[in-house]
């Protein structure tokens, strides 16, 4: 093994143990000094407001890694099939760490934040990125991915509006609704033609021969079923925003 796959792995398991230790010993902390709303909160509730303010650093620093590689990192953009993968594997490595806490405690609390469509996406992601851990391959094309992390703080927001009381008709909830819907939109439906415009263009070169057919199917199946759970993703959120903006103004 490389020593670059070698750090990943272990840069795999500091951010798993990491995103525990902000599960379990932050986020309570925290919100019990910042958030009054937490405090009466039941304990279910809890344990998903603690996973949501984790999901949430999660993509804030995953997210700004990969605009940073996006605008900055010339050799993955020069070749996005075989660039320099140094500073991909390690945006990969840490996701794919909370992949698996996530994974873990979807399955701790199956009862309370059990969702079927979480797995298969955990799943089909740390399927893909073990490849681009294990041989560096396609790190443009993984990093693309990550921008899809930019959304999830706006997701979280509505919940933590919900759970701090705020009705649906309110000015927050429904401005925030506007902003989630356009960031996820933006970040994970418009971006579909320019991704598979990328890989269309790379189709059938010698750098595209060279990954084999195990590393084309692991690249494109999970991208392809990954576009299916973000558009049922994306109607679950259009459906929510039409509903919060035809309630009932109210104030709290």
Not at 36 to 62: G, K, N, Q
Not at 117 to 134: D, E, I, Q
Not at 156 to 179: C, D, H, I, Q, Y
Not at 217 to 243: D, F, H, K, Q, T
Request: net charge positive; proline share 6%; aromatic share 16%.
């Amino acid at each position: 093994m490389e020593d670059s796959t070698r750090f990943g792995y272990c840069v795999v398991a500091a951010s798993f143990v990491g995103f525990q230790f902000c599960f379990s010993a932050v986020s309570p902390r925290l919100s019990l000094a910042l958030c009054p709303p937490y405090c009466a909160l039941p304990p279910a509730r809890r344990i998903e407001w603690d996973s949501r303010c984790v999901s949430t650093l999660h993509a804030l620093l995953v997210g700004s890694f990969c605009l940073y590689i996006l605008w900055y990192d010339a050799a993955v953009n020069a070749d996005p099939i075989w660039g320099d993968p140094r500073l991909v594997k390690l945006n990969v490595a840490i996701i794919s760490g909370y992949l698996l806490y996530d994974l873990l405690l979807l399955g701790r609390y199956w009862k309370t934040m059990g969702d079927a469509l979480f797995v298969c996406h955990h799943v089909a992601a740390l399927y893909a990125y073990g490849y681009v851990l294990n041989r560096g391959v396609l790190p443009y094309f993984a990093n693309f991915r990550l921008l899809s992390e930019l959304s999830t703080p706006f997701v979280n927001l509505r919940w933590f509006l919900e759970a701090a009381g705020w009705p649906r008709g309110s000015g927050p909830v429904r401005a925030n609704g506007v902003a989630m819907a356009v960031a996820f939109f933006s970040v994970r439906i418009a971006v579909i033609p320019t991704y598979y415009a990328r890989v269309l263009a790379w189709h059938g070169t010698p750098e595209y021969a060279r990954l084999g057919p195990a590393v084309q199917a692991a690249w494109i199946g999970p991208s392809l079923a990954l576009e299916v759970l973000n558009l049922v993703w994306m109607y679950r959120i259009l459906r929510g925003v039409y509903r919060a903006c035809h309630a009932p103004r109210k104030q709290l």
